[in-house]
């Protein structure tokens, strides 16, 4: 049975947004990934009893002052965290626009037929 060319319309649409979703969500965990990797840092940092420590820039380590380390830290943290808020309600947003999409496509599936 051949699907009408609007319920065909609304499916590619819901693809589209499924796809969409997939991308925020992958997106989301690389951020999480990236903010419990800046934390454990953090956490290493308060161990260290040094006024100095060496950071990762590129492929060498240069010796840095800790608190200028644990302050850039604590910015990218909170970078991350708005980020994975703003990610969080583009999910949200997607969530029900695909929830009221399929609904639409189930009403519309019965006239079809």
Aim: proline residues 3%; contains cysteine.
């Amino acid at each position: 049975m051949e699907l009408p060319p609007q319920i065909q319309a609304q499916l590619m649409q819901l693809q589209q947004l499924q796809q969409q979703l997939q991308m925020i969500l992958m997106q989301k965990q690389s951020v999480e990934t990236e903010l419990k990797e800046c934390k454990k840092a953090l956490e290493e940092l308060e161990k260290s009893t040094s006024d100095e420590v060496y950071k990762l820039v590129g492929g060498l380590f240069i010796k840095r002052k800790k608190e200028e380390v644990k302050k850039e830290l604590e910015e990218k943290v909170e970078t991350l965290e708005l980020r994975i808020k703003t990610l969080e309600k583009q999910e949200e947003k997607l969530q029900a626009r695909l929830k009221e999409l399929q609904e639409k496509i189930q009403k519309m599936i019965p006239t079809a037929q």
